[in-house]
Every structure is written in structure tokens, then in C-alpha cells.
């Protein structure tokens, strides 16, 4: 039974009823996770979370009622993802000149930790006992800022494993709001050798042993474009003209560029170390994207569709996407015979796909709404910020 998880319930009345069922315990979970912000006593900050807090619970509720995760994941996705830099550059912009590198900001959890660096300062702390961001690993830094994005990432990492890359990524939702924007691809999927998928692997790997050896934040410094911790630098010499060239070229060619001409997130599914460190933690989690061959007509609509080239033939033989799946579940929404569901690791292939989804969509959700919905919620403000008192600078 694969067609129940997707397809709504034959009465109206009765599919209402049981998505609004599935939706109560997020219900719950919304008020408490945002009764904070909603209690603030200013009037803005109530507005804005009002607002994400009706755009994401109809959306959810539409995901729960039509069956169709990724439609409206998506919406929510890019919308995180274009609120971002309205959120992120003012702050940048304030706060330039002091950012957060003494140990006593950190202490005190003023620091903000970025997840996408955990990865790469896994090894070096293991190696020198050293964090390389943003301080050093002594008792202490693990409150505040620090404790909140690693949690925030740990637990969303065991929770939905590579699912983080089309629900939490800072990054993604960019990659994919480009992938989406041309109706037809101008270079086909099968043009581009899927080999490239392991091209990821071979970068972290290399940042990793650079950082491990150079006791220098790689990543941080060569490739993030948000600069939570190290700041822009200006480009005042070779080194930092040629950091900021490499990093413009590779935002503009692996986000912008590619992502149009191929319809696919070339960014996520080819490129991105801190995808790959997913992938591979992604062993350890119990969700997956599984393929019924029994009812599954061979058509290739999802090897057509997938945005990180995670589905071949082979897929389809095995009921296995590729290692790189983003668990967006984009295939599962196009299949035209609901072969692809959710599943959970080591139960029968057609033990209840709808249990399964639902048990992915909870943590998908709550780590959408509360990092996305933050997100979103401070965009609004600096918006209503900008409206009435002319300056989003706050
Ligand atoms: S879209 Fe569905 S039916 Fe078509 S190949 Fe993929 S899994 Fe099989
Ligand atoms: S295999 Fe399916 S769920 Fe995984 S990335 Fe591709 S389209 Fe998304």
C-alpha cells in the first residue's frame, strides 16, 4: 500500500478531519516553541510572528491534506531562503567591525555558532582539542549561541539526516528557488555525468585535512558566503581580492547560473562539503526515500525530476535513491504510480508509508519553523522596521 501516503482520503470531510489530527500535536508544538516571541508586548514583533505563523501552519496543513510534501515544502523553503539576506545583510552591516572572536562573547553565548561549520571543526577539535570556531573547546562554550545551532543541527542531523538540506539549509533554499525558476532545462540531465555527485565528498575531505593541518577555519574563510563568524574582509590585498573573486564565482556559477541552465541544485547536489558531511551522517538516521519495483512502471519521471541527480536506473532497481538524497521528496510528489514514499530503514517496503511520512514531516517541520520561521519573522520586522521608522538597522 503506497498509494494511501500520497493520495488524500476519498471523502473531503474525512481527509480534513485526519490531516487536522495529524496537524494538532504541531499546533501545540507552534505555541510553545513561539509563545515567547508572541509575548513580547511589541506590537511588530506579534504582527510578524503572527503572519509566519499562518503562512507555515496553512502549509502544513495543505502538505498533511493533499499528500504533496514538496509542493509546498518548496514554497516555505525558497520563502526562508529570500528572507534570509533581508534578516542576515542589515545584521551584517551592524555588526560589521566587531564580530564575535573573544572567548568572553562566546562564554556568554553572544557568539552566533554557524552549523555549516561544524562539520569541518569536528576532526581539528578531535585532533587539538580546539574548536577553530569560534573559540576554543573548554567548559563554557557549550551554552548560549554555541549549544543552541550545535543541538539545533545535531538533532535535526538524527532526526531527518540528509533532510536538512531541503528543510534547514541557509543555502539550499537559494539553490533550489534558481532550479525552479525555468520551465525547461537548456543542459538535460543526461548530459552531466552523475559521477560528479561525489565531488563533495572530495572537498570536504580536502577542508577537513586543510583545516586539521593549517589550524585554519578552510571553509569559513574560502567558501561560506554568510560570514556568520569571520566577517567579509575588505579586499585590500591579494589574498582577500583572491577570496573574494573565488567566492563570488562560485555563488554566482554553482547558485545562480547552473541552477537555471540545468533545473537542478547544483550547488547542493555537486558541490557542497557540508552536504556531504549530511550524507554521510545520514547512515545513522531511519528515514529514507524507498521505490516499490512492484508498482513502479519504470517512466523515469523521477530520475527526470530530481534536483541532485540522486536517482538512476539503478535506483530503480535496487528502490534506493543514490547516496546525495535530499529527502525532498519531489520524486515521491511527481510519481505517477506512488512507488516512491518515505520509509523507515529495516521495516517491510510496504509497512504503512503514511506512518512514515508523517514520522519524517514532525522534526522536517519543527526545524523548518523554527529556524526558517525565525527567519522569516525577523525579515518581516526589519521590513515593518524599515516602514515606520525608515531604517531596518535595529
Ligand atoms: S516516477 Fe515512479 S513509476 Fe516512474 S520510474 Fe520513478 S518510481 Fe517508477
Ligand atoms: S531522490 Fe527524491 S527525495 Fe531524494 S533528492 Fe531526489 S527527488 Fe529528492
Redesign the pocket.
Known sequence: MTASAQAPARSPRLAVWKALLIFAPMVLITLFLWVPRLTTGDSMITLAVVLVLIVFSVLFFLMLLTGKTHRYRSILFILFAVALPIEFIPWMIKTYGSMMLTNEIMYDGGASFCPLTMPMVIIPALLRRVIIFPGELVPGAAHGAFAFMFMMWGGASLAIGRGWCSWGCLYGGWDELFSRLRKKPLIKHQQIDRRWIYLPFGILLAIVLLSAITFQPVYCEWLCPFKVVTEFPAPTTILTIVQMVIFIVLFIGLVIVLPLLTKRRIQCGLFCPFGAMQSLLNKINVFEVR???D???????????CPTFS?DNS??ETGKPLITCTKCTQ?ID???????SLHIKGTPLKASPAVARVLYLYPAYILLLSFGGLIVAEALLRILKLITTGSMLY
Open positions: 521505490i516499490d519495483p508498482q513502479c512502471s519504470q517512466c523515469q519521471q523521477c530520475i527526470r525530476t536517482l535506483s530503480l520524486c511527481v510519481c505517477p504510480k506512488s512507488a516512491a
